[in-house]
Each structure stands twice: as C-alpha cells, then as structure tokens.
C-alpha cells in the first residue's frame, strides 16, 4: 500500500512531467518513478536530504526508479546534494547515506545519460540488488555519457548492514533467500553497458573519524553476466584512511572493458587503477592506468603483519583472461606503520609493493603488446622485518602466455635496507611475500605454477634495487632481476631480452610452500623448464642465475657482459 508522500509525489511527478516529461524540481524525500517513459531534466536540481526519521543507515535517494522501461536524460545538467564536505561527519546519518539515482530490484531496461551526478554522500548511481526476497535481477542497464563527480565524501561504509560502496556507480546482483530457513541463490544482473562514464575524483578528501578502513570504489560492477565498460575514465579518486579502486569488477561472466582510463588513485594503503577479480571470461583492451599511489601509515595494530599495494592492473582469481596493449606507468608506493609506536610496539612484519600487472591465482590468460614501466618502491617500512618489491609484472598463476610485452625500470628507490630484502623486476613468475615475513612460504597454494610462457619480443630493461648484493642471493629470497621464475613447472621464455638490470637478467628459485599448520615448509624448485634462444646482456649480476635444483634446459642464449 502506498503511504500518503508516496501518493503525492506521484501526482506531482503525472502533473509536471506531462507532455514532454520534463523534470523541474526534487520532492523533500526525493522523485519516484513508477511509470515508464523518457524523463528529461529542465534544469540544473539540488537535493536536500531530510533529517528527521530514525537515526539508522538506510538510505535515502534522490531519484528512484521502480518502473522498467524508463529512460533518464539529465540533458547537460547537474544533480547533485546539498551538504558541506568539510563538516559532514557531523551530519546526521541521513545526510551520510544517499544516492543520487538508485535503480529498484526487478527493474530492466533502464537508460541515465547526459549529464553530471555530483556530490552524493554514497555513490552517484545505485544498482545493487538488495532485497533477498526478491528474486528478479536489475538487467539490461545502460549508463552513458555521465560524470560521476566528487560522491561517497561522506558515508561510513563499513556500518553494519550497509553494502561496502562509495564512489561514482554501483552495478551488482545478490542474493535471493526467501526465508531464513532457505539456502540462499545468486541472482546476477544481466547485459550491463556503461559507455563514456567519467568517474572522477570520488571519496573524501579529508580525515574522516567515522570512517575506519574505508573502501572507495568509483565505479564497481559485481556479480553481473554479459558486461561491457567502454572510453570510460576513473581517476584521481581518494581514500583517507585506506583502499581505493578506480575500476573494480568481480564476480562477473563474460567481460569487456576497453579505452578506459583508471589514472591518479590515491590511498594509503591500497590504490588500484583498474581492477578485475574472480570473473570468467574477461577480455581487458587499450587500456592505461597510471600513477596509482600509495602513501601515509597504516592502522595496524602491534603483533599484527600488514601490506599495501600500488597497482596499475589487478587481475586476481579470474580465469580466460585476455589483456591487450595495455600501459601501467609510474606507479607509487611509499608506506609505514607509523601507527604502531612505543617501546611495547611490535608489527612482526610488512611487505610494500609497486606493481605495474597482478595476477594472482590466474589461470589461462593471454598478454599482448602491454607497457609496464616506471613502476617505484620509494619506502617500504619500519619495522624489524620490512620487505618489498618493485614489479612491472607480478604473476601467480598457471598457463599464462605473454608475447611482445615491454618492462622498464621498475625499481626500488631506498638509501638503506631496513631489515628485510627488496627487489625490482621485469617479469615476476612466482609467489607472493605473506605475512610470515618469509618470501614463498604461503598456505592453500596452487603450486606448481604450470606451464607459463614468455615468447616473442619480451623485453626487460633497467628494473631493480642499487643496493642489490649479487653475492648474497639465497634460494626462496628473490634478489632484483629482469625475468624472475620461482616455483614454475613447464615454463617456457623464448626469444626475450633481459638487459641493463639492477640485478641478474634471468634467476631460476626454488619456493617453500607451507602444506600444513606447523609443519617445515616443503621445497617447490622451478623444474622441467626450457629457456631458448634469449639475450641477457649487460646485467649488474649474473646473466643467468640459477638457485633451483630443478632440471631445466638452456639452448641458444646469449649471455655476455654481465657481474658477478
């Protein structure tokens, strides 16, 4: 039954929006749309979210949508909350949690275009399953020529009960469980096209007390079937306190993302231009991200291990992917645990990473014709064991081919070790440090890494750390080097070019794999690997430095003026 508001918002809504259904104005509790048709806005709308109600975290909305069918054209103008940024940690929580355009479960071809969302205490545009008993999905979604601007400013995201999502859009299936007895289903969202979206500059710019551990996503697409992400933008986006993802996707079946732009995050202790997890089938093409940074402390606690990442692209757990002349520049990591301070202080561990491409866990993927240069360590902690690492390519996975892929001077920029060994490489193939404090020793592995290629024009240039020690490399410790394979089963590198590195051009290892809780790691050597027809020239190391006690094969390499 429709409450009295509900009822006169509909008559205003039949009463304006005749003939040409043009919007002129916002009710106090916000516009419902419940019929189909093509709404066009008549003027730049500002909307005041009311404070009165229960203090608790549903959220309000400026426009609905709860009819299919509906096209909304904000004809070149702006929708946008009226707040004040900087006080806003004082507003009541009504203020804190509101959504410029939210799309209702069960609605389907949906259409927003044409114009700028800005400044929404949560996220600009809304499309999140949220009623589990409702098992009708939000399909056939299209957001088109949009600036997503300067939203999630001001939402807690990580209270109870509210989905973990602030930034620009918000696009994703959930769960339908009709009672509590019942096991609960996915329900994905079907055939979403998000085409020419710029968003920008999402998430607070300032400290926010509420807000620990806050996650800023501008523009996120989850558990969706049949997606396409196109000339689309997602920079300069912000998190205060911790992560911050241009462009994040998981959960997903069958994906496109193409010219699009995830450039400029900033967080303190993760910040990823464009990120993809747990899809099958996604092919990502001409895309750049560059210049994501990390920098500031960590919130971790004494006895706890930490870790933060400056990535370019992330790709973890997906399987089919394909990644196609794709650039990763200039990537930043500066971090500590300042945090963690006093003589009964102790973080037993930190790890700090620049990668220009992660891939963790992948398998089948193919890499074509992709940059990843310039990618920097600048400080990786304070701690009695400190680790990092400088990667234009980070793999961990199985049955990933690269071809023609170039990696330049990714390094490590530190005047002193503080404890621990940092290291700057090329192409990394192997395992991730945990928080053991213990490069390669990780649990639940899927080791070993199968039958992974490098073929064709490979080229690894300059990557590395000027204080790399060629003499002291230890098996299961990964010293700097331009083509860096640990753990890998049926490798392959044809026909690369490993020069000028910090380090060695090539190293084989050996990792250690922990199988069981309290039990001696077990030996993983790179083994029954075959490396042809390569040049390693001109490396601060050893042309080829091999720590493995695998049988591996060497044939028709060159390997001249390198170190010791």
Known sequence: MKTREQKRIEGRLSQNLRGRKMITHLPSRGLIIVRPGNYVFAKDLVFDPPVEGKNNVDTINAITIASSNVQINLNGFTLSQKVTPHHAFHLPLQKRFVVGIRVLDGVRNTVIRNGTIRGFASVGVSAIKQDRRNPAAINDLTLESLDLLRNGRTSNVNLPGFSSVAGGYAVGGGYFQPTPQDEEVLVQNKNIRIFNVNASENGPDYPQPFTP???????????????????????????????????????????????????????????????????????????????????????????????????????????????????????????????????????????????????????????????????????????????????????????????????????????????????????????????????????????????????????????????????????????????????????????????????????????????????????????????????????KCKGIKNTSHGRNVFFNNVVKNNGV
């Not at 558990?223 to 689309?232: D, K």
């Not at 002349?325 to 620049?354: M, W, Y």
């Not at 990667?391 to 990933?400: D, K, L, Q, T």
Request: charged content about 15%; proline content about 3%.
């Open 213 to 539: 551990n806050q996650f800023i996503d501008a523009g996120t697409t989850t558990f969706c079937e049949n997606v396409t992400i196109g000339n689309s933008q997602f920079n300069r986006n912000t998190s205060t306190d911790f992560a911050v993802n241009g462009l994040f996707a998981s959960d997903c079946t069958n994906v496109l993302i193409k010219n699009c732009v995830g450039n400029g995050n900033r967080g303190v202790i993760e910040s990823i231009g464009i990120l993809a997890a747990f899809i099958n089938k996604v092919t990502v093409e001409d895309c750049v991200a560059n210049r994501n940074i990390i920098g500031g402390s960590s919130n971790v606690q004494s006895g706890f291990s930490d870790s933060a990442s400056a990535v370019g692209f992330a790709f973890e757990q997906d399987t089919s992917l394909t990644v196609r002349r794709c650039t990763a520049k200039f990537q930043v990591a500066s971090f500590s645990a300042q945090r963690c301070t006093g003589s009964q202080c102790f973080v037993p561990f930190l790890i700090t990473r620049a990668h220009g491409f992660r891939f963790f866990r992948t398998k089948q993927a193919l890499f074509e014709n992709c940059i990843a240069n310039g990618n920097i360590l600048t400080a990786g902690g304070r701690t009695p064991s400190s680790a990092g690492e400088a990667a234009g390519y980070m793999f961990n996975g199985s049955r990933i081919t690269m071809r023609d892929c170039v990696a330049m001077n990714n390094r490590v920029i530190l005047t002193s070790q503080p404890g621990f060994t940092h290291g700057g490489f090329g192409f990394f193939l192997g395992l991730f440090v945990t928080d053991s404090g213990t490069f390669g020793q990780v649990r639940n592995p899927i080791f070993p890494l199968l039958f992974n290629v490098l073929y064709g024009r490979n080229i690894a240039r300059g990557n590395g750390w000027r204080l790399t020690n060629c003499k002291r490399i230890t098996p299961g410790t990964p010293a700097s080097s331009g083509i860096y394979l640990q753990s890998n089963k049926g490798a392959v590198v044809n026909g690369a070019t490993s020069s000028r590195n910090l380090g060695n051009g090539l190293r084989l290892d050996t990792g250690f794999v922990i199988v069981k809780r309290n039990s001696p790691p077990v030996e993983i050597p790179t083994t029954q690997s075959f490396i042809l027809n390569n040049r390693f020239i001109d490396n």
